[in-house]
């Protein structure tokens, strides 16, 4: 329910048997089976399905707390406010502590209004660098998502036979335990794999596209070339692109938690 554009482009590709690879695989294969009940709005089947990865043995507490954020989003999706409360101040007490994600929360917007949903949020609280990284990763989460969809548009005009370039920025290492920042590494991870997956099965069909209607159509070496050419200059502005809106670790007036609404109102 957290990103699901997200996971819909990871729901295509289990569909279609493209394999998914890297780190925390277990973690990334529920995680797309749990959305997926989500997205066939099959609730209550993914709040079990959450609530029973957050009791196996070994999930960090990380996926503890986001998991009882979906939690309450699907309860919220269910109009059962008091189970989404409930939901929502177990993730808080977790650590949970994004209330940007919160806030912007259709499924929550009921919540919200409640002293007690209020008063789950009010007790989400983050440092101003956690806040910085949690803002910039769920920022290029959907820059990251605008360029897959790009790359696989790109696709359809092109004739030549080259592989595209994916360019992508690199994920923050600084330290930190904040759970939203952690949980938001984790989508940034899934959505640039989603990437490289979706747009190499993207160049297989075109390439296989391209040569079938260069023998029936007589496509010519030159037109090839400059198919190849474009794709390469626009493969290097989205890296320039990506270049400048990399992550920096910028010094921080203060290692005070705070509500990220403080945060967010400093921003301005």
């Not at 007790?123 to 998502?145: P, Y």
Request: with cysteine; aromatic share 6%.
């Amino acid at each position: 329910m957290l990103r699901i554009s997200l996971v819909s482009i990871f729901l295509v590709l289990l569909l279609t048997g493209a394999p998914i690879q890297g780190q925390q695989q277990d973690y990334v294969d529920q995680l797309l089976k749990l959305s997926e009940l989500s997205s066939n709005q099959q609730y209550r089947e993914a709040i079990s399905g959450y609530k029973r990865l957050e009791s196996q043995p070994g999930t960090p507490q990380w996926l503890k707390a986001g998991s009882e954020y979906e939690i309450a989003e699907l309860y919220g999706t269910l109009n059962e406010t008091d189970n989404a409360i409930a939901a929502l101040s177990r993730a808080a007490q977790l650590g949970f502590d994004d209330c940007l994600s919160v806030r912007a929360s259709e499924h929550l917007a009921t919540v919200l209004k409640n002293p007690k949903g209020t008063q789950a949020l009010a007790g989400m609280k983050i440092t101003e660098a956690d806040f910085r990284e949690l803002f910039w990763l769920k920022s290029e989460v959907m820059h990251a998502e605008h360029d897959a969809r790009m790359m696989i548009t790109d696709n359809i005009n092109r004739v030549d036979q080259q592989s595209t370039e994916i360019p992508q920025a690199e994920l923050p290492t600084r330290p930190t335990t904040s759970p939203g920042v952690l949980y938001w590494r984790q989508q940034l991870l899934l959505i640039q794999r989603a990437q490289r997956e979706f747009v190499t099965q993207s160049d297989q069909e075109r390439m296989v596209h391209a040569a079938t209607m260069g023998v029936v159509a007589g496509t010519s070496s030159s037109a090839a070339l400059e198919s190849a050419r474009r794709a390469q200059a626009t493969a290097a502005s989205r890296k320039a692109e990506i270049r400048k809106r990399a992550f920096v670790a910028a010094p921080t007036s203060s290692d005070q938690l705070k509500p990220c609404s403080e945060w967010a109102v400093d921003r301005r």
